[in-house]
């Protein structure tokens, strides 16, 4: 089915390692984001990425990288997890600039 | 600073009891309104957009208005199946040509039989 799809859904790792959380989106849409869920913050973007190859800072990207080879893949990679990013992420996707976002099912990270 | 404040942070109703969700912004360059609803365990899903104060648009028992510095969320006779939490996101142009959405914390409905 067309989608945008998160793996893994859940995912515990230890302090210091280094985890990818992977998106994949089936519509072809040009505009990719990476957000992250925490009580008491809402919604916060870590990363977006415009096309292939095109990616930009959103408000909270210190200790994570994204690559964007391809059009429908847009992983997130914590270089060196923190407890502090323990969070709920999800991916989303839009067609164009400003349209409505599409959201993935979310990946629930611990980090321990 | 761009802030996005939803109102109330829970609200408990019976079946068919209308009442409304608040979303209030101090930002500048607003460019849209998004509404959202999230269920346990699940991405949000895409509500409406409004893009001008005087806007409405309604989906079933839901209706979003906008004004100036704010917006609400209308639900007229809701049925249990209507909880969840509703969130409310403005889209704000970036000095990179792009535009980012702020989210509020959301509103948790829980509508009880």
């Known amino acids: 089915d067309a989608g945008i799809t998160q793996s893994p859904r859940y995912k515990i790792t230890e302090t210091g390692r280094q985890v990818t959380l992977m998106c994949h989106q089936t519509w072809s849409h040009s505009y990719m984001f990476w957000y992250r869920q925490d009580l008491g913050h809402g919604l916060r973007l870590i990363y977006y990425s415009a096309a292939a190859d095109i990616t930009d800072k959103g408000e909270v990207p210190d200790g994570y990288v994204v690559s964007r080879s391809k059009t429908e893949n847009f992983p997130l990679t914590l270089e060196s997890a923190t407890r502090s990013q323990t969070s709920v992420y999800f991916c989303?996707?839009?067609?164009?600039?400003?349209?409505?976002?599409?959201f993935g099912q979310g990946t629930r990270l611990t980090v321990v | 600073e761009d802030q996005v404040t939803q109102s109330p942070e829970a609200l408990r109703l019976q079946e068919g009891e209308s009442s409304s969700l608040n979303c209030s912004y101090t930002v500048s360059g607003l460019r849209g309104l998004f509404w959202y609803r999230q269920d346990p365990g699940k991405g949000p899903e895409f509500l409406f957009t409004?893009?001008?104060a005087g806007e409405e648009k309604e989906k079933e028992r839901l209706k979003a208005t906008l004004t100036k510095k704010e917006s609400f969320l209308h639900i007229t006779a809701p049925k249990p199946e209507d909880s969840a939490t509703y969130l409310c996101a403005v889209q704000l142009d970036l000095n990179t040509g792009f535009q980012k959405l702020v989210f509020g914390t959301g509103t948790r409905l829980l509508v009880s039989p």
């Open positions: 409004l893009y001008s």
């Open positions: 989303a996707s839009t067609l164009n600039r400003g349209t409505e976002a599409f």
